[in-house]
């Protein structure tokens, strides 16, 4: 499937995963912070508008504690998000003024989204941001979102949240960078031969059996929660793409029309 539309989206939502900040032993990637920072700043550059969602607020937190294990109880790992989202914060911050361009910190919970007044602020609010180009910087408020019988708070992961900002946006299209290539026909780390998948318009019981598994101990999300983010924006009759989040550097190219990772149209 040509890919050529791409050069028309203009109001792009990008995802990046807790896997795709953090290096092996429990360090920041600062080169792919860069490297994204760039990449969004080039993209202002050339008449888009950029929405960053970012995980990562726990693993920062365990970091800079330098602990090596996920804590147990909900207020440890509630503590360790609120540690972790001001450094992470601070960190895209200096790495997009490298380039000239301001952030801004919006902390969602689900019911900022399904309250109507809420929702219309948060709307104008990215709206306004994005007229200034400035780029929206949008995580979970892990520090206070809690899953209650009848106060649900949570989204549950970030790429739910990354679709639903990108409805709330009215994006033309969301990147979510992971920690494989796209959508496999199997489990690359498992099997050599699995072939990546590059366009999928419909999520049947077939594509979801092909999603198995999550990251690292920091992660919260897998092949299965793209997919049900997949879904909601092919309800949304907007586009996804699952790519690597290795080299932020071939979101330019994704954006030229090159088929790179599976499309969700």
């Not at 920041?28 to 969602?53: H, M, N, P, W």
């Not at 994006?171 to 998948?197: C, F, H, Q, R």
Request: negative net charge.
């Amino acid at each position: 499937m040509s890919r050529e539309f791409m050069k028309d989206y203009k109001r792009i939502v990008i995802k990046i995963g807790t896997n795709s900040i953090m290096l092996e032993g429990n360090q920041i990637d600062y080169k792919k912070l860069d490297r994204l920072a760039f990449v969004c700043s080039t993209l202002i550059q050339e008449g888009k508008e950029v929405i960053i969602v970012t995980s990562g607020a726990v693993g920062v937190g365990a970091s800079h504690l330098n602990l090596t294990e996920y804590p147990q109880t909900i207020e440890e790992q509630q503590a360790l998000a609120a540690i972790g989202q001001s450094i992470l914060m601070g960190h895209y911050s200096r790495f997009f003024q490298y380039y000239n361009r301001a952030t801004a910190q919006i902390l969602l919970t689900r019911d900022v989204v399904t309250f109507e007044t809420s929702y219309y602020n948060v709307k104008r609010t990215m709206n306004t941001l994005l007229k200034q180009k400035i780029v929206p910087i949008i995580n979970e408020n892990d520090a206070i979102a809690d899953d209650e019988l009848n106060h649900q708070t949570k989204f549950g992961d970030n790429d739910t949240l990354s679709a639903i900002v990108a409805g709330v946006s009215e994006a033309d299209l969301l990147i979510i960078m992971s920690d494989v290539n796209g959508l496999y026909d199997s489990n690359p780390k498992e099997n050599p031969d699995a072939t990546l998948i590059e366009h999928v318009g419909e999520i049947t019981d077939e594509i979801e059996l092909m999603a198995s598994g999550k990251g690292s101990a920091f992660a919260t999300g897998g092949m299965a929660t793209k997919l049900k983010a997949a879904e909601k924006i092919l309800n949304q009759k907007q586009a996804m793409i699952i790519t690597s989040g290795e080299d932020p550097v071939s979101i330019l190219r994704i954006l030229e029309g090159d088929v790179i990772g599976t499309l969700f149209k």
